[in-house]
């Protein structure tokens, strides 16, 4: 959901402002990314277990392989 759903919503809602096609297409990508590292290093500064947070970093990057592309290839 984070990869399809999300950056789909995004797009449309800026074109429906009426964003620019620049700003449009900067902010799909950009919110198509996966998720960051940030929640990880917290788990491990905080001494929280960081096992979960590692998994969905982990998918999430391996998943944005595919979808990442195939948003630039469908709609930008």
């Not at 096609?21 to 799909?28: A, G, K, R």
């Not at 944005?64 to 592309?69: D, K, Q, R």
């Amino acid at each position: 959901m984070r990869l399809l759903v999300v950056p789909l919503s995004m797009y449309y809602l800026c074109r429906a402002i009426g964003f620019s096609e620049t700003v449009v297409h900067i902010n799909t990508v950009v919110i198509a990314m996966p998720v960051a590292t940030y929640g990880t290093i917290l788990c491990l500064r905080h001494e929280k277990d960081a096992t979960l947070m590692t998994e969905v970093t982990f998918i999430t990057t391996l998943f944005s392989m595919l979808t990442i592309p195939l948003l630039v290839m469908f709609f930008l």
